[in-house]
């Protein structure tokens, strides 16, 4: 157990509807990575979010947006959901915002499945 | 732009086996690199991570890695495999800070299955 929470662990939903994705990271951590992983694309950045602020941002598309609330959990909202957007994403967190010589700890994921 | 290149996509092994599993990242610069693995249904675990210093890494469960800066490689090994090694496994480059691209660039993944 890494201490990264994500909720809800499955999702199925329709196409062009919209869904919200929720992460905890590790008591201490400030930093709020998200990552999708797909069998065509593989692992691939999103964005990161440290102390309530966008950090860097990644392949992430216009239809996705994250934030980062005072509490630091972060939500990342999926909108006009395609069918290409079945995938698992992954929140990740870590202490600082560098990400450079920061370990990034993984929750478990929740699995979209847009139908 | 960065990228991770992991050469093999599937490994097949049978237990006590050996295994190496090759991992090219294409950024010159100064990198920080990492291992990761996935067990079935399970998260991404870190594995071990390479910074700085001593070039060949130590890290959980008998696994190491080796960094050669000149070849731009960062392999995977383990000397002899269990029958709950089988994960797949992802190699990953964190550049430095301040890139648009994000901050960790994984590989597409190996697949190890070790056969009992």
């Known amino acids: 157990d890494s201490g990264v929470t994500q909720t809800p662990k499955h999702l199925i939903t329709a196409t062009g509807q919209r869904v919200t994705l929720r992460c905890s990271p590790r008591?201490?951590?400030?930093?709020v990575y998200w990552y999708q992983q797909s069998l065509d694309q593989g692992l691939q950045f999103l964005i990161q979010?440290?102390?309530?602020?966008?950090?860097a941002k990644g392949n992430i598309l216009e239809r996705f947006s994250a934030q980062q609330f005072p509490d630091l959990h972060s939500e990342l909202n999926l909108s006009s959901l395609e069918l290409g957007d079945s995938a698992l994403y992954f929140c990740?967190?870590?202490?600082?915002?560098?990400?450079?010589?920061?370990?990034?700890?993984f929750g478990p994921g929740t699995r979209l499945l847009v139908l | 732009a960065q990228s991770v290149s992991q050469h093999n996509h599937h490994v097949i092994l049978s237990e006590a086996a050996s295994l190496e599993l090759g991992c090219n990242y294409s950024?010159?610069?100064?990198?920080?690199l990492f291992w990761y693995v996935q067990y079935p249904g399970q998260h991404l675990q870190l594995l071990l991570k390479?910074?700085?210093?001593?070039?060949l890494v130590k890290g959980i469960k008998g696994f190491e890695a080796e960094f050669i800066k000149s070849k731009f490689s960062f392999n995977l090994r383990k000397p002899s495999v269990q029958w709950s090694d089988t994960a797949e496994y992802f190699c990953?480059?964190?550049?430095?800070?301040?890139?648009?691209?994000?901050?960790?660039?994984f590989g597409k993944g190996t697949k190890l299955s070790v056969k009992p």
């Open positions: 990953a480059v964190a550049g430095p800070p301040g890139g648009s691209q994000g901050n960790l660039i």
């Open positions: 950024y010159g610069g100064t990198v920080n």
């Open positions: 979010y440290y102390n309530g602020e966008e950090r």
């Open positions: 990740a967190s870590s202490v600082d915002a560098s990400g450079y010589q920061e370990t990034q700890y």
């Open positions: 008591s201490g951590d400030l930093s």
């Open positions: 390479y910074f700085s210093g001593d070039p």
